[in-house]
């Protein structure tokens, strides 16, 4: 558990279970099956124009948003691996009907926009429940390697995932991405019926309805000294780093007159930055001070931020990508053990359905605003604005006594 003032053992160097790198490589698997899908739907979607573009991708988000803190309570009340079953299935029945029905079905904005909603409803019962899994299955002191290297795997995935997905859809088109989507989900799903969380590390949760298991959900997080301020710099950075450099970069890039080429390779950098970040810690393990780590994580990817911000050439851009990578990876990896560490098991869905939530407004909203402002006062001063208010969020949390206090317990824990 996550305690402000305990002293820290060595770092548990035994190795993860089997059972938690077996379920983890089926969900990195279906992650590359799931990008390889998207990327078919948007490119469907945008035979049709921008406006179709957008309802599809509209059909995803919103509905993920709104059912978010129910799928979380759905989670918690019936079983975190029982409703990632449900969830693998139904998207294994609907990514084989797409690929069978596909070639007799023209891909009409109807057909893409209810498979659109279809995977953003099974997404908000299906993400909390995932995200909880590696508390269910693994030690607490062994949670930072085992967090960190989950985020490795989505990284190699997301870099994986569109490439492949373009090469699939010019060769077999949407037909195609469903039926190796559909052999992800039948894999994952596989996976799922044989792994068993211990019962303990399970518990049922049968408090009240579910819409009051969810408000319980919110309360608990709301108070917790700990989870409170988590949220809050999750927040900060979902809203001000994440915008940098799928929104902000290709802006930059234009202003400066760098090219595509010069984007990717800043998207490149940032990637590298916290693929490495993840690897080094799901081999070696947090710093002594977990709050300290995810301050200065922001701290390091605000000076990247800045750097992209007032980069002269497109070679210093880059450098500024690798380094808001470097401290993203830093955050995320420090911030994201506190979460199942500092919550009861009965509510791991719903804290980590919330944490979602936060993440996915806060971007929203984002990007919106600073889309906005690049267009009246210049990419330039976007992206500036995110420098600051990152640095101030990891200048915060380490001025916080609470933050700069915890640490993660690694041997009385496990």
Not at 171 to 181: C, E, F, K, N, P
Not at 221 to 241: H, K, M, S, W
Request: charged share 10%; hydrophobic share 55%; net charge positive.
């Amino acid at each position: 558990m996550v305690t402000l003032e305990t002293a820290r053992t060595a770092p548990d160097r035994a190795a993860l279970p089997r059972a938690y790198l077996v379920w983890l490589a089926g969900t990195r698997a279906s992650l590359v099956g799931d990008a390889v899908l998207y990327f078919a739907l948007g490119w469907a979607a945008s035979a049709h124009g921008g406006g179709t573009g957008a309802l599809v991708l509209t059909g995803i988000t919103l509905s993920r948003t709104v059912l978010l803190l129910l799928g979380g309570a759905v989670g918690d009340r019936f079983g975190a691996r029982r409703v990632m079953i449900a969830g693998d299935a139904v998207m294994l029945a609907v990514t084989v009907l797409l690929a069978l029905a596909g070639p007799r079905l023209a891909p009409s904005p109807w057909l893409l926009t209810a498979v659109a909603a279809v995977i953003g409803t099974v997404d908000a019962f299906y993400l909390p429940a995932s995200a909880s899994m590696p508390a269910r299955l693994v030690a607490r002191p062994q949670l930072p390697r085992a967090l960190a290297l989950r985020q490795a795997g989505g990284q190699v995935a997301s870099l994986l995932g569109a490439p492949l997905g373009a090469v699939l859809v010019a060769a077999a088109g949407l037909t195609g991405a469903a039926a190796i989507d559909a052999v992800t989900f039948a894999l994952v799903l596989a996976v799922l019926l044989r792994i068993r969380p211990g019962a303990d590390a399970e518990p049922p949760s049968r408090e009240g309805n579910l819409l009051t298991a969810a408000v319980d959900g919110v309360r608990l997080a709301a108070t917790d000294p700990v989870l409170r301020p988590a949220l809050l710099l999750t927040a900060v950075a979902a809203g001000f780093l994440l915008p940098v450099v799928s929104l902000l970069n290709p802006l930059l890039a234009r202003e400066h007159g760098w090219g595509a080429g010069s984007a990717g390779l800043v998207a490149g950098g940032q990637s590298l930055g916290t693929l490495t970040v993840a690897l080094l810690v799901a081999r070696r393990g947090t710093v002594n001070r977990v709050g300290v780590g995810a301050a200065l994580g922001l701290c390091g990817a605000a000076l990247g931020t800045a750097a992209l911000a007032t980069a002269p050439t497109a070679a210093v851009a880059v450098l500024g990508g690798v380094a808001v990578g470097t401290g993203s990876g830093m955050f995320a990896c420090h911030i994201g053990p506190l979460v199942p560490a500092n919550v009861p098991a009965t509510h791991l869905s719903r804290v980590q359905a919330l944490l979602t939530l936060v993440q996915s407004l806060a971007l929203v909203l984002a990007n919106n605003a600073l889309g906005a402002l690049a267009d009246t006062a210049g990419a330039v001063t976007a992206t500036a604005l995110c420098a600051a208010a990152v640095c101030a969020a990891g200048v915060a949390g380490i001025a916080s006594k609470p933050i700069r206090r915890l640490r993660l317990e690694r041997a009385a824990d496990g």
